[in-house]
């Protein structure tokens, strides 16, 4: 009434990557944490979230630990009358241990139409990354790239990218990336990304209760706004 308007948070309804299993990896470290992680989530607008845990050299999660973790989380939810859908996947960092769990047709924890996140080493650009994921796409799977955008190793070029594009590989761009949370190079990349209808999911990749805040301004940018009222963004799907 005074010409003060909130700004509006619109959110991509499926939030497709974040860290939410209590302490198995470099996310959220206790259930009451989580918790409010996901309060928070409910809060800005999300309906549900698939939680990717790393399964990386670091965090050598198994996915019963994963799936374990996940239940204990939603019977916290269900007794404090949480009303909110969280699933279950993992990060998957590509190296020959993931190649050796595909080629031996080990399961892989997806999340709706065979979707796979995986990332790569944000320093080096990996030997065997398109061959692996060539492998999991002749599997049936869809390998989505977690946050293209933060991949140091491309000096700012995209031009890896476009090719794993071209191959088929889908890209989940980090939210807070469109305002600079990770820098300028990962939000010029973002922009880029978004400029070329090359971004097929949004992610938070929250990690902890304190990036909320980056989260919320990241909700509130234009290109975020476009990309949630587009038909091309995946996330909506997964409800
Ligand atoms: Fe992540």
């Given at each position: 009434?005074?010409?003060?308007?909130?700004?509006?948070?619109?959110?991509?309804?499926?939030?497709?990557?974040?860290?939410?299993?209590?302490?198995?990896?470099?996310?959220?470290?206790?259930?009451?944490?989580?918790?409010?992680?996901?309060?928070?989530?409910?809060?800005?607008?999300?309906?549900?979230?698939?939680?990717?845990?790393?399964?990386?050299?670091?965090?050598?999660?198994?996915?019963?630990?994963?799936?374990?973790?996940?239940?204990?989380?939603?019977?916290?939810?269900?007794?404090?009358?949480?009303?909110?859908?969280?699933?279950?996947?993992?990060?998957?960092?590509?190296?020959?241990?993931?190649?050796?769990?595909?080629?031996?047709?080990?399961?892989?924890?997806?999340?709706?139409?065979?979707?796979?996140?995986?990332?790569?080493?944000?320093?080096?650009?990996?030997?065997?990354?398109?061959?692996?994921?060539?492998?999991?796409?002749?599997?049936?799977?869809?390998?989505?790239?977690?946050?293209?955008?933060?991949?140091?190793?491309?000096?700012?070029?995209?031009?890896?990218?476009?090719?794993?594009?071209?191959?088929?590989?889908?890209?989940?761009?980090?939210?807070?990336?469109?305002?600079?949370f990770y820098g300028k190079m990962p939000q010029k990349i973002a922009k880029t990304l978004y400029e070329k209808s090359m971004v097929d999911f949004l992610g938070s990749d929250l990690h902890n209760n304190d990036q909320i805040r980056f989260l919320r301004e990241g909700l509130q940018n234009?290109?975020?706004?476009?990309?949630?009222?587009?038909?091309?963004?995946?996330?909506?799907?997964?409800?």
């Amino acid at each position: 009434m005074f010409g003060w308007k909130k700004k509006e948070l619109t959110t991509p309804v499926v939030d497709i990557h974040s860290h939410l299993i209590p302490a198995i990896d470099d996310g959220v470290r206790t259930l009451d944490k989580s918790i409010e992680v996901v309060k928070a989530f409910s809060k800005i607008g999300f309906q549900k979230a698939i939680t990717t845990p790393h399964i990386h050299p670091n965090y050598p999660n198994t996915h019963d630990q994963i799936l374990e973790g996940l239940e204990v989380l939603q019977i916290k939810l269900l007794s404090e009358r949480i009303d909110f859908e969280i699933e279950a996947a993992a990060e998957y960092f590509v190296d020959d241990i993931f190649m050796e769990k595909i080629k031996k047709k080990e399961e892989i924890l997806s999340f709706g139409s065979n979707y796979v996140l995986v990332e790569s080493s944000f320093i080096n650009k990996p030997l065997f990354f398109e061959t692996c994921l060539f492998e999991l796409q002749s599997k049936g799977y869809s390998p989505v790239l977690a946050h293209p955008e933060r991949y140091r190793f491309l000096e700012g070029d995209i031009e890896w990218l476009q090719q794993l594009k071209e191959m088929g590989v889908l890209f989940q761009v980090t939210i807070s990336s469109f305002t600079g949370f990770y820098g300028k190079m990962p939000q010029k990349i973002a922009k880029t990304l978004y400029e070329k209808s090359m971004v097929d999911f949004l992610g938070s990749d929250l990690h902890n209760n304190d990036q909320i805040r980056f989260l919320r301004e990241g909700l509130q940018n234009s290109m975020v706004h476009k990309l949630c009222a587009s038909p091309g963004l995946r996330n909506k799907s997964l409800l």
